[in-house]
């Protein structure tokens, strides 16, 4: 099946620093997620990209879609403390008729602490 | 507008004891799912459903069973727990127009003794 493998595991920063993580695919993706879960709460989408190559931001968060399609990053700038949580990488999981019907493989997820 | 909501937020169980977690959403969300959180393993998918009395398997299916009457709940049954079924559960839903784009509740902690 599937498999997203995202890098680092965890990250301890400290405030104002930026933040990368990446997710890489053993197959090829035409959408790449990414949600972050705070803690004891589930995960809410971040952004969402549907073209490699694509550049999204939202925020502070800026996330690329690679032209490889096998794998997309995720950028931080200026990190304050509420960005603490796990940052999921996701990718929908079709049927053969090519529908995913809200089926996503997940990456195993970045921790993120963030120091004052 | 409470989106999904998931009950009970915690429990114990002995093996062998059965039990059902409720998933509830109210944006007629045409899709909804399970996953199940373990440390290291990310969100992997166990049951889905595409509408009332339609369910199929995801990803780690064996020991729960789901059924879909209406299209607001999507309740998960553990039939028989097992110590390897602890773990953090998640219901989703989401749009047929938006399928990848899910809203999850708040999660059930689950530990099987």
């Known amino acids: 099946g599937q498999q997203l493998n995202q890098s680092p595991q965890s990250m301890f920063i400290q405030e104002g620093e930026d933040v990368s993580m990446n997710c890489t695919s053993s197959s090829i993706f035409n959408t790449w997620l990414w949600y972050k879960q705070d803690p004891g709460e589930g995960p809410v989408l971040l952004i969402a990209l549907y073209k490699a190559g694509e550049l999204t931001s939202n925020g502070r968060l800026t996330a690329q879609f690679g032209i490889t399609r096998k794998d997309s990053f995720l950028n931080i700038s200026a990190s304050i403390p509420s960005d603490v949580g796990i940052y999921f990488c996701?990718?929908?999981?079709?049927?053969?008729?090519?529908?995913?019907?809200?089926?996503?493989?997940f990456g195993q997820g970045t921790i993120l602490t963030v120091h004052p | 507008n409470a989106g999904v909501t998931q009950t009970p937020k915690f429990q114990v169980l002995k093996t062998g004891q059965s039990m059902t977690l409720q998933c509830a959403q109210d944006?007629?969300?045409?899709?909804m799912s399970w996953y199940r959180q373990d440390p290291g393993m990310g969100l992997r998918l166990i049951h889905y459903s595409v509408g009332a009395g339609i369910t199929d398997q995801g990803e780690v299916p064996n020991g729960y069973n789901v059924s879909r009457s209406t299209t607001e709940d999507f309740p998960l049954r553990l039939l028989s727990a097992a110590p390897s079924q602890t773990s953090v559960y998640f219901c989703a839903s989401s749009y047929k127009s938006g399928a990848n784009v899910l809203t999850f509740g708040a999660g059930s902690r689950l530990t099987v003794l």
């Open positions: 996701a990718g929908p999981n079709y049927n053969a008729g090519g529908t995913s019907y809200g089926k996503l493989t």
């Open positions: 944006m007629n969300h045409e899709y």
